[in-house]
């Protein structure tokens, strides 16, 4: 009866480097550019925003880049993370297909957004900086946030997306439990919010309004910087460590995945698990497709136009080369406020472009259904960004069912739903 | 820069025995009597109620008890779970003592509780039973029997203290997820609840009445059996891999528990990581103390009487010998609703009586600021019942420092508390 098997690393197995796909792209994606000057941005004009490291990365080319010791150190606590052979899902779907996961949602906080937290609090507190701001969405990030700031010493403001913020309660907590201090998003703690608030007093938010909230207070404070989640290369290299660790876990499981699997909010998860697969295509070894799966109400890979847009509402960020549904697109109010992000990011767009990356979309019923068969099935209750993976996973399972053909699909749990019960309940 | 390190079993390290104490004990503990008759209580008898097997390990007197290989292999879904030495909590408390905690929280519904769930609802699948019904104080065990039915295809009916359905909605969310039904207690669905409602219509309800609930539909449906998540024999037996799997791990660490601590409800989490280790001192060879951490608000251990006293409220169980504040005692609302239950059952009764456990009490406030601490040292936010056995250790490393003395301390952590943050909240 072989309901389930995971395949666990050793902690020495823990990767000692990020890999950076930027090495690698055959064509190298377009500069960001300065806002005002519409000129390429250079590193030190991200200085103000971000420590001085990861800007570093963010226009790093080098192949692989050292985690530094407390990092990995810190890792330790929830990695390696296990990879599952899903054999009760593929019994219940009844597919030929072999259906891996891996599971980022054993982190502390629950998800895969600690994996870079711990290393953007790292390089801010060995540059001295004693504040940091966030946005956060679901409240994934803001929660990864405040455990990494509360491990370094840090002082942790989050502009939470005002719809979470109320009707994720829990989340707020688990980051107030940190040590963080979160507030509604917009607020009227910057001039920004206020301007919002005072145009639409019941505004919602998105994460492109609460983005610019805690820029600008970043910008603005002594000693401040600010922190992005998602969307930025440095923050896919940090990811790109559940990648790393899947490719030695599929070897012990003695296969090689077909396709590769993420759900899609600004790129973090997706590019964490897909980036280290595809390498091997990109230097001409082994095949791999890579699925991007996201909600009907925001796809931006599937259906934006790629074009330079800004990465929050207000218009402070840099322009970003990206597929974008508009930095002012609000979308629905769907249950998977990790994926209501309007771009796809530099790299991906760039990737996707260049037919590296396939991307589909899902409605909120289907994604809700897909996890509670995953939930009955593997145990696990998925987040309901995750659950956009799980239903394409399903949809190429069966897929491979219909046709009668084997296949190895690899899929990235990024985080439990545990928080996240009432989006359940109300499904149900 | 030691943060933390985990101690990793692989999975054909699972033990494939669960260890039954009364094998080793000096006293055996007085029989369970016929409520009616007040005879000693015939395994016959408790067929009724109880699967077949479960009756048969109830009444064991076998050192060593086979678990199942389908059991063994749900297991692995979660186990091993990871020992973890808590440098960083040793270091928030400047102590000399080594601070290692098991963690349970790792299983998919967050809690220690399925190592039972899935014994249980096997043994029960394989005698032929369709229907089971329980009860659920936190939430954590109706959680733990819904995932269970949901692999060994078994209808679920969890009554749910009132107090907890309405304060936890998280929870009976997830035992709907997985497929459970679940009502509140008391509840109009069996005479008990309604003799309760009518002579007290905002009756909040206890785990007591909640259990007579859940025995009156067992004893009244066909094809149906109940369950039961602490105190009874068999499920002690359960969740001996706890102490089990956490002997082999302290042994990788080159240590050995001088204290090894749990909370304290009905004794489940705190015998399965105990009764392992207190083998050895039965046995003559090493010694360890045993700490029971319980709610000033329902302190059985440490203040209640050793006498025969029914397991439910409504006295429609064996009469069971133990330290019982009586069955008809209403603890206060504490947040940890799965220590408010009101007897120490049978074993456990009889080696405290006999000298082998101590017990503390702990005031709510103590244990949530406890709870704090863990999590921002350790990462995990803790289950509020938890958090006893988290306060209780840091007394002991406390008190290690101002004797300036080395001690080995090993606590169980046996569920987190993400689905308890509104408990946090109210206490922050």
Tied chains: 1, 2.
């Excluded at 600690?114 to 900086?129: F, K, P, R």
């Excluded at 600008?216 to 998602?230: H, I």
């Excluded at 998860?269 to 980036?275: H, K, L, R």
Aim: net charge neutral; hydrophobic share 35%.
């Amino acid at each position: 009866m072989d309901v389930t098997k995971k395949f666990q690393l050793a902690e020495s197995e823990i990767p000692r480097q990020w890999y950076n796909i930027v090495a690698d792209m055959p064509n190298k994606a377009k500069p960001l550019l300065n806002p005002q000057t519409r000129e390429p941005l250079k590193p030190e004009e991200m200085e103000g925003l971000f420590a001085k490291e990861l800007v570093k990365q963010e226009f790093s080319d080098e192949r692989w880049i050292d985690i530094p010791d407390p990092v990995r150190e810190l890792y330790k606590m929830y990695r390696p993370t296990p990879l599952v052979r899903a054999y009760a899902l593929e019994k219940a779907l009844d597919t030929p297909a072999k259906i891996f996961y891996k599971n980022e949602s054993v982190s502390p906080v629950g998800s895969h957004k600690l994996n870079t937290a711990l290393a953007q609090a790292y390089y801010n507190s060995v540059q001295g900086i004693t504040h940091l701001t966030t946005e956060t969405g679901a409240g994934q990030w803001g929660s990864a946030m405040s455990i990494a700031c509360s491990y370094f010493n840090l002082n942790l403001e989050v502009f939470m997306v005002k719809q979470s913020y109320e009707q994720k309660p829990y989340r707020k907590f688990v980051i107030g439990s940190y040590g963080g201090k979160v507030y509604p998003s917009p607020s009227d703690r910057t001039s920004y919010g206020r301007k919002i608030l005072k145009s639409d007093p019941n505004c919602r938010g998105t994460l492109g309004m609460a983005i610019s909230e805690a820029v600008e207070v970043a910008v603005t404070k002594p000693n401040t910087r600010y922190t992005l989640g998602s969307v930025l290369n440095h923050v896919l290299l940090h990811q790109t460590i559940i990648g790393l660790e899947a490719e030695k876990q599929m070897e012990m499981a003695g296969e090689y995945p077909n396709k590769v699997i993420a759900c899609f909010g600004g790129g973090s998860n997706f590019s964490g698990i897909a980036f280290p697969f595809l390498r091997h295509e990109l230097n001409g070894q082994k095949k791999v497709k890579l699925i991007a799966a996201e909600p009907s109400a925001c796809p931006k890979l599937t259906k934006g136009k790629l074009e330079y847009d800004f990465g929050d509402s207000a218009g402070m960020t840099p322009l970003i080369p990206m597929y974008t549904l508009g930095h002012d697109f609000q979308p629905e109010q769907i249950h998977a406020a990790g994926l209501r992000y309007h771009g796809g990011g530099q790299l991906v767009s760039q990737l996707k472009s260049d037919g590296y990356i396939d991307s589909c979309e899902i409605d909120q019923q289907e994604t809700f259904k897909a996890g509670l068969l995953f939930a009955r099935t593997e145990g696990v209750i998925p987040a309901p960004e995750s659950t956009h993976a799980i239903a394409a996973t399903i949809r190429e399972a069966l897929k491979a069912k219909e046709a009668g053909k084997s296949e190895v699909l690899l899929f990235n749990l990024s985080g439990h739903g545990m928080l996240d019960m009432a989006s359940y309940e109300s499904y149900i």
